[in-house]
């Protein structure tokens, strides 16, 4: 389990999403990768920690050039209208992103030229001629080993068109990285997670590094060299730098450089080769100190079946809101899916898990719960008494349950983090069962009393620790549990709430879907 989590000191907490290709609009797998990230920012945020969360939107190069030739605007304003279509996902799936960055800002442009710079002072820099394969699809060079061929076509191992690329290039010494790098991966055993990811990592490391060429002639749409403006540099290293951008770089006096290194680097699978081979390396040749984590996902199929434009099965994020709701969606797709794995979604499994987790495990609790309150203690919490042994067993996995979930959310582990959480669920409602409150009115109140303050006190820190994954549903279950604004963090919960405290009268908060689809 320790080769899995981060090591990170407390206080400061930097994290952050890839910046999205703004040439097309946002499907489920950007909402997922920046959901995983939102998730973690806010229980940072509920620990106490000084957070930091980054996204935003990655707009140069020959791939956003061409989007734009093809809707026949200036890539300028077409990257205006794209990336303000992940702005208002953003807004949309609730994130809590501190800042949003878009690569055309010139802070952006200045961070680049500084980093340039250092690599260029420090001899890692030279001046060649590149000529080899190129995906714009990818915006990456392949060797001509790695290429498949599919009827008689040339294609990247991603599946995307190559073409051949030949023009004047600077490049980076990666090649004397390789030995390095190995040591830096040994040295720092959780920075590349999960490990299956990891490992192929180093399998292509130790396989041998080529140098990587970091500029481009052929088109324009980049930032240009410093000192050589007939170049653009190369997409990647432009968009890698962001991450220091919003942190003040080069300004290393901007007090938000106090958050860099990043703790995590959330990635897709397909781009984890950027982040955790050329990104350490173009920061230890500057001499700028390495992000602690890069934790590579999976991808998700629709219904079985590869997520295309052209199989015309990409899921509309903004879609699946309308119909299910934010938080129903949130849950799902850190509760279906191990995060690390590839998974499916299905319309099925959602509404399957929507009704059964939601709706009826924990709505219904804390609706059970709630009522009894409202119906026979007058809407007033009880007084807190000591717990007998009874309601240890309810008590004890309750109040145990932040540090589970903390220790699977520092491993990245969210469906694990939610199934504790569920494990309580499913506990609170046999142990309701096996008390039955609802009979010991008349036979012994003060018991039944004691009964539903036990209750009260488990849904307080389900509804605590669920804030991250299903903010606005569990702010209302939070102010149906009596539970102030100032006492919702996890170190309030050491806190008991004050005896008499008035509750409103509950409503649901999941709906049941009816669907036979
Ligand atoms: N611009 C680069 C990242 C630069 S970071 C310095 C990029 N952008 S992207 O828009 O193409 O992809 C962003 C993320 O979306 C990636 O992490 C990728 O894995 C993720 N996904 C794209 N399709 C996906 C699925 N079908 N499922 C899950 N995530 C997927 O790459």
């Known amino acids: 389990m320790s080769g899995e989590s981060a090591a990170a000191p407390a206080g400061r907490f930097y ?14 797998g950007h909402a997922y990768t920046s959901l995983a ?54 807004v949309r799936m609730g994130f809590s992103n501190d800042d949003f960055i ?39 060079f392949y060797g001509p080993d ?20 030949r023009e004047p290039s600077w490049f980076f010494r990666l090649s004397a990285w390789e030995e390095r790098l190995l040591r830096f991966y040994e040295e720092h055993p959780d920075f590349i997670a999960p490990t299956t990811r990891r490992n192929e990592v180093l399998a292509f490391v130790r396989s041998g590094l080529q140098d990587l060429s970091i500029s481009r002639t052929s088109f324009r749409w980049g930032v240009p060299v410093p000192g050589d403006p007939e170049h653009v540099m190369y997409v990647w290293l432009d968009a890698l730098t962001n991450y220091i951008t919003a942190v003040g770089y080069p300004d290393e006096g901007d007090p938000l450089w106090r958050f860099w290194p990043a703790d995590i680097h959330f990635v897709g699978k397909d781009i984890l080769r950027f982040h955790a081979i050329y990104w350490p390396a173009f920061l230890m040749a500057a001499g700028i100190e390495t992000p602690r984590r890069i934790f590579a996902h999976g991808w998700w199929t629709n219904e079985g079946q590869k997520i295309s434009k052209s199989l015309g099965n990409v899921i509309d994020p903004l879609a699946l809101i309308d119909e ?29 898990r929507l009704n059964s987790e939601l709706a009826n495990d924990l709505g219904n609790l804390a609706n059970r719960v709630l009522s009894l309150i409202q119906r026979n203690l007058d809407g007033r919490l009880p007084a807190a ?24 959310l520092d491993r990245q582990a969210y469906h694990e983090a939610l199934e504790r ?9 046999s142990w309701i069962d096996g008390q039955k409150p609802w009979s010991l009115k008349k036979t012994d109140p003060v018991r039944m009393a004691a009964v539903l303050r036990s209750l009260h006190q488990a849904l307080r ?43 409103p009268p509950p409503a649901p908060l999941f709906r049941k879907i009816e669907d036979a689809a």
């Open 102 to 140: 878009r690569t055309t800002e010139e802070r952006h442009k200045r961070a680049c030229a500084a980093l340039w710079e250092r690599l260029k002072a420090a001899g890692d820099i030279y001046l060649g001629h590149y000529e080899g394969w190129y995906a714009v699809r990818d915006e990456a």
């Open 461 to 503: 820190v389900l509804a605590t620790v669920l804030q991250p994954f299903m903010p606005a549903t569990m702010a209302a279950m939070l102010d149906q549990l009596g539970v102030e604004a100032g006492e919702r963090s996890l170190a309030a919960l050491a806190v008991p709430l004050p005896e008499g405290r008035a509750l």
């Open 324 to 352: 299910f709701g934010l938080d129903p969606v949130r849950f799902f797709l850190l509760r279906e899916v191990p995060f690390g794995n590839d998974g499916d979604f299905s319309r099925r499994a959602l509404i399957g």
């Open 37 to 90: 990230a939102d998730v973690l920012a806010r229980w940072k945020r509920l620990e106490g920690r000084d957070v930091f969360f980054l996204t935003g939107t990655d707009e140069h190069g020959q791939k956003v050039e061409k989007a734009a030739a093809d809707a026949g605007m200036e890539p300028q304003a077409f990257t205006d209208r794209v990336s303000g279509s992940f702005r208002d996902l953003a």
């Open 421 to 429: 959480v569920w494990q309580v669920v499913r506990l609170g409602n």
């Open 146 to 165: 790695e290429l498949i061929e599919k009827d008689g076509i040339k294609l990247a191992p991603t599946g995307a068109p190559v073409e051949w690329v």
């Open 385 to 408: 008494e000591a717990p007998t042994e009874a309601d240890q067993q309810l008590l004890g996995p309750a109040d145990a349950l932040p540090a589970g979930v903390a220790e699977a």
């Open 15 to 28: 994290l952050t999403t890839p910046i999205y290709y703004v040439n097309d609009k946002p499907h489920i």
